[in-house]
């Protein structure tokens, strides 16, 4: 089946310092892979996206790669801030499901000054 | 362009009660799907609708069911609830649904089962 698997958090992190979440899919179809983020309170926000294999998505300083080799869309920042602390849910769409999004479970990224 | 909008934004019901919650797409959308969020089971996908027919349908029981109206609207209606029916249930639209597009979300309905 289709199904996607992020890192376990949460994840403590001072500001300033690299972040790396980790996501890695398996999907009988050709999926397109995103990544949301979802602050205390409100709905998922969309970071960035990848449509195909050896793609960038990139954002907020924030980037991920589609790595078909490997099945993974990993997530990095190179200096994080306070107000980036909030959950972020890597997620994928095969190519005939257009409107099905699957989702991880979630990392809590917790950032402090 | 107005985002996605979901009314209510709270409700609070009682087993074996039914409930309807809306959402509006961002204008010009015609696909809106629903998801259910919850601390154990995360965000699982419900169903999708598309010029007003459902296209993809996740593994809910059939007491979960939605709609879509002409101008792409879309209701999703919960009956006979249970305790475990309780959480953030996220509305989502896109421009035509398809794998590259992107899904804007609503800031979903907390519904809370008693």
């Known amino acids: 089946g289709n199904s996607v698997t992020q890192m376990e958090g949460p994840v403590t992190l001072s500001e300033e310092a690299f972040l790396t979440i980790n996501c890695t899919y398996t999907?009988?179809?050709?999926?397109?892979l995103f990544w949301y983020v979802q602050y205390p309170g409100e709905g998922l926000q969309l970071l960035l996206k990848a449509t195909k294999a050896d793609d960038k998505g990139s954002n907020k300083g924030f980037e991920a790669t589609y790595r078909k080799e490997t099945t993974s869309f990993h997530l990095e920042k190179g200096s994080v801030q306070v107000s980036d602390s909030a959950v972020y849910f890597c997620?994928?769409?095969?190519?005939?499901?257009?409107?099905?999004?699957?989702f991880g479970q979630g990392t809590e990224l917790s950032v402090k000054p | 362009k107005a985002g996605v909008t979901q009314t209510p934004r709270y409700l609070i019901k009682t087993r074996g009660q039914q409930v309807t919650l809306s959402c509006s797409p961002i204008?010009?959308?015609?696909?809106v799907s629903w998801y259910q969020q919850t601390p154990g089971q995360g965000l699982q996908f419900l169903f999708e609708?598309?010029?007003?027919?459902?296209?993809n349908k996740g593994n809910f029981p059939g007491r979960f069911s939605g709609r879509q109206f002409s101008n792409s609207r879309s209701e999703m209606n919960v009956s006979t609830l249970e305790l475990g029916d309780s959480a953030l249930y996220l509305c989502a639209s896109s421009s035509d649904g398809t794998s590259t597009d992107t899904q804007y979300f609503g800031p979903g309905t907390r519904l809370t089962v008693l």
């Open positions: 204008s010009g959308h015609r696909s």
């Open positions: 997620a994928l769409v095969i190519y005939n499901q257009g409107g099905k999004l699957i």
């Open positions: 609708y598309f010029s007003e027919t459902q296209r």
């Open positions: 999907a009988t179809g050709y999926p397109s």
